[in-house]
Antibody, heavy 119, light 109 residues
Framework: QVHLQESGPGLVTPSETLSLTCSVS????????WSWIRQPPGKGPEWIGY???????KYNPSLKSRVRMSLDTSKNQFSLELTSVTAADTAVYYC?????????????WGQGTLVTVSS | QSALTQPASVSGSPGQSITISCTGT?????????VSWYQQHPGKAPKLMIY???NRPSGVSNRFSGSKSGNTASLTISGLQADDEADYYC?????????FGGGTKLTVL
C-alpha cells in the first residue's frame, strides 16, 4: 500500500518561500497525478495543484502566480514551492495521489504537515 | 470563503440516519458527476468515503451513500455509530481542478 510523507520547515518567514517535499513509498511515482492540498486551521481544504509523473503541472488559478511544483522520479518524490508567503498561507499541507481519469479523486493522502508563516 | 457550501454542523443519535448537503454552482456540482466526500477525524488526514457522486471505495461501509440533484450533492449516513463522529467535506471537479466545501461537523449524541 502506498505511503506518502510530507517534510519541510514548520515555520516560514513572511515574504519568503515555502518549500515542501512529499516522499512516496510502497509504490512508484509513475502513472499518477500528485497533488498538494492545504487546510487552514478550522477551515476546509484547498487544492493547490498537481504535478503529473510526466512533469506537466496544473495549478489553482488563485495561487498560480506563486506556485511551482516538480517531481524527481529517481527519488520517488515531488515538491511544492510557494513564494511570497503571508500569514494567510498558514495551514496544514497535505500531499495526495490521484489515478488518471478520476478527475482528481484523492485516494491516498499523507499525514499532513503544519506550516506557520510568522516572523 | 469555500467554493461549496455545507452546513456547519449536524447531529444524530446512534442508529439514526443523517444527511449532509453540499451546494455548488452550474460550474461544478451541477456540471459534473464527480463529487467526492471525505471523512476527517481530528488530527488525521481526510479519508475518501464516496466518489463520483455515489460510489464507495473498497472497505467503506455501505452505511455511507451519496446522491446529487442539480447543484446540490448529499451524503447520507445510516445506522449512526460513535466512530462516525468527524468532519465531512464534499469536493467537486471543475475545469481541471478541484474545489472543496467548508466542512460539516457531525456529532453523534
Amino acid at each position: 500500500q502506498v505511503h506518502l510523507q510530507e517534510s519541510g520547515p514548520g515555520l516560514v518567514t513572511p515574504s519568503e518561500t515555502l518549500s515542501l517535499t512529499c516522499s512516496v513509498s510502497g509504490g512508484s511515482i509513475s502513472s499518477y497525478f500528485w497533488s498538494w492540498i492545504r487546510q487552514p486551521p478550522g477551515k476546509g481544504p484547498e487544492w493547490i495543484g498537481y504535478v503529473y509523473y510526466s512533469g506537466s503541472t496544473k495549478y489553482n488559478p488563485s495561487l498560480k502566480s506563486r506556485v511551482r511544483m516538480s517531481l524527481d522520479t529517481s527519488k520517488n518524490q515531488f515538491s511544492l514551492e510557494l513564494t511570497s508567503v503571508t500569514a494567510a498561507d498558514t495551514a496544514v499541507y497535505y500531499c495526495a495521489r490521484s489515478l488518471p481519469n478520476t478527475r482528481l479523486r484523492f485516494d491516498s493522502w499523507g499525514q499532513g504537515t503544519l506550516v506557520t508563516v510568522s516572523s | 470563503q469555500s467554493a461549496l457550501t455545507q452546513p456547519a454542523s449536524v447531529s444524530g443519535s446512534p442508529g439514526q440516519s443523517i444527511t449532509i448537503s453540499c451546494t455548488g454552482t452550474s460550474s461544478d456540482v451541477d456540471a459534473y458527476d464527480y463529487v467526492s466526500w471525505y471523512q476527517q477525524h481530528p488530527g488525521k488526514a481526510p479519508k475518501l468515503m464516496i466518489y463520483d457522486v455515489s460510489n464507495r471505495p473498497s472497505g467503506v461501509s455501505n452505511r455511507f451513500s451519496g446522491s446529487k440533484s442539480g447543484n446540490t450533492a448529499s451524503l447520507t449516513i445510516s445506522g449512526l455509530q460513535a466512530d462516525d463522529e468527524a468532519d465531512y467535506y464534499c469536493s467537486s471537479y471543475t475545469s481541471s481542478s478541484r474545489v472543496f466545501g467548508g466542512g460539516t461537523k457531525l456529532t453523534v449524541l
